[in-house]
């Protein structure tokens, strides 16, 4: 008698795991993509960060548009997106993009309120070609198509609308490691609108992580430059203040 598909699809998966045993990236349990514990984190109501994301700041005495960020980016939180984004864990995509989806409903009534200006864009910040092909996706992408998703079933239209590029400048460095003054010359004039790209309308930025607000900066000065009204900046991480972080917890292993 034949073994049944079932049975062999469940033994070649034991096999892989032997071989490449699977495990949370955020604590380290092995045999799930994501333990119950760090999955819960990504439940977290999405709050306002922006004054702790300097670079924002426009210096001319205006407040920062406001960025909501779903988790701070400490502890299993870290881990979770460093292992998406670099280390090849695209199983992960799917609750990372539910977060987004749940903090699009969570949005809605403030968001509804500046999409009756003209419409709600939501523009993702641009990666460089060689993250897009090293991460099989554009992953920031995908965070704003689940953002677009969430606003929509709460009642809110909103279109992504990918308009901005990275421009390239053999001398600008990856963003990693450095310090907030770096970052803020590093980032400047990073990104450019995409010709022929209408950018006219009321934006909200979309990206994985912020941590001094340089790269939103350029975009909003980019978005501005060609005639758009960015409102505010959705992320899924935000690096918290030093004094935040000492009252974070790791999930047991």
């Known amino acids: 008698m034949g073994l049944g598909r079932g049975v062999l699809v469940a033994a070649a998966r034991d096999v892989g795991r032997l071989v490449l045993p699977v495990e949370c990236p955020g604590c380290g349990r092995l045999d799930t993509v994501l333990c119950p514990a760090c999955a819960q984190l990504l439940t977290a109501r999405a709050a306002r960060c922006e004054e702790a994301v300097p670079r924002l700041d426009r210096m001319d005495g205006a407040p920062p548009p406001p960025v909501w960020a779903v988790v701070p980016y400490v502890g299993p939180v870290r881990g979770v997106v460093v292992a998406w984004k670099d280390r090849g864990r695209a199983d992960l995509t799917r609750p990372l993009v539910a977060a987004l989806e749940r ?37 920031v992408r995908l ?8 606003l929509g079933e709460a009642g ?29 010359r590093n980032a400047a004039g990073s990104v450019a609108v995409r010709r022929g790209a ?13 941590t001094t607000g340089a790269t939103l900066a350029a975009c909003r000065a980019a978005l501005e430059r060609a005639g758009a009204l960015v409102v505010g900046a959705v992320v899924l991480a935000a690096t918290p203040s030093p004094s935040a972080v000492s009252g974070v917890s790791t999930p047991g292993r």
């Open 103 to 139: 903090t699009g409903r969570d949005l809605a009534p403030a968001l509804g309120e500046v999409a009756r200006w003209g419409g709600l864009a939501l523009v993702p910040v641009p990666t460089t070609a060689r993250a897009r092909r090293r991460r099989g996706a554009d992953l």
């Open 198 to 210: 209408v950018a006219a309308r009321v934006v909200v930025l979309v990206d994985d992580v912020v």
């Open 143 to 150: 965070l704003a198509d689940g953002l677009a998703r969430g």
């Open 156 to 184: 809110v239209p909103a279109a992504v609308a990918a308009v901005l590029r990275r421009r390239r400048d053999p001398r600008r460095r990856d963003q990693v490691g450095l310090g907030a003054r770096s970052r803020g």
